[in-house]
C-alpha cells in the first residue's frame, strides 16, 4: 500500500516542485508493519508526491492471529535529495487499504512524521467500526501556515511513523478473524505523500 503526498489545485503557496528531479534514499525501515524487503518508495514524476509501497503491513485479531498481531508499526527514516535552493514540508497524506472488521470490532490507522531532529507531528488517527469489510481511505491535511519545512542548507532525514491496530471489541476473537491492512491485492494500493515546496533564501 502506498502513501501518497499532493497538493491543492490553482498553484497555492509552496505547490510548484523544483524543475530538477528529486530522489529519495530509503535509509531505514523499521517496524513488526514492513519486514525487510515490504516497503518501497517512489517519486512523482511531477515532483509534487512520493508513495510507499507496503507488501506486508496487517494487524488482526481472531482465528489465526497472534497475540503480537493487533497492533503493527512501521517506521522509515528517509534522505530527501533535493535540488540546491529548495526545501520540502508535506501538505498531505493520504493513506489507503482494506479492512475486514467484524460486528464489534474497531480498526485504527494513526501516523505522524518529522524531521530529524525536531518535534514530530501530533499523531493523527482515523477509526473504522464493524461490521466493515472493504477498502479504506484517510487523508491527513496540513494548513498552509502549518506545514513544517526542513530548515534550508541542512541535512536532515525526514522519519514517518504508521501505525494499524485492530480491537476486538465485542466481537468473538475465538470465531472470527478481523483485520486492518495498508496493502492490496493488486498492488495498485499506496499511501501518498505531497510536498509543499519553497525557494530558499
Not at 497538493?7 to 524543475?19: D, E
Not at 519545512?149 to 532525514?157: D, F, I, M, V
Amino acid at each position: 500500500m502506498a502513501l501518497a503526498i499532493t497538493f491543492p489545485p490553482g498553484g497555492a503557496p509552496g505547490t510548484t516542485p523544483p524543475p530538477d528531479h528529486i530522489t529519495i534514499d530509503v535509509v531505514t525501515v523499521n517496524g513488526s508493519g514492513c519486514p525487510a524487503g515490504t516497503a518501497a518508495v517512489a517519486v512523482s514524476p511531477d515532483n509534487k508526491a512520493f508513495t510507499v509501497t507496503y507488501s506486508d503491513f496487517l494487524a488482526q485479531v481472531g482465528i489465526g492471529a497472534l497475540p503480537t498481531d493487533f497492533r503493527k508499526n512501521c517506521q522509515l527514516n528517509l534522505r530527501v535529495n533535493v535540488p540546491q535552493g529548495f526545501t520540502y514540508g508535506i501538505a498531505q497524506a493520504d493513506y489507503r487499504g482494506f479492512a475486514h472488521l467484524e460486528r464489534g470490532a474497531s480498526g485504527t490507522e494513526r501516523a505522524n512524521y518529522y524531521f530529524q531532529g525536531m518535534s514530530p507531528t501530533a499523531y493523527k488517527s482515523h477509526t473504522y467500526n464493524g461490521p466493515f469489510s472493504d477498502d479504506w481511505q484517510a487523508t491527513d491535511t496540513t494548513e498552509v501556515a502549518a506545514i513544517v519545512y526542513s530548515p534550508c542548507g541542512e541535512r536532515r532525514n525526514f522519519n514517518i511513523n504508521t501505525e494499524l491496530r485492530v480491537n476486538a471489541g465485542t466481537s468473538d476473537p475465538t470465531k472470527t478473524t478481523s483485520f486492518m491492512a495498508m496493502d492490496s491485492t493488486d498492488g495498485t494500493i499506496e499511501t501518498t505523500y505531497h510536498f509543499a515546496w519553497k525557494p530558499c533564501p
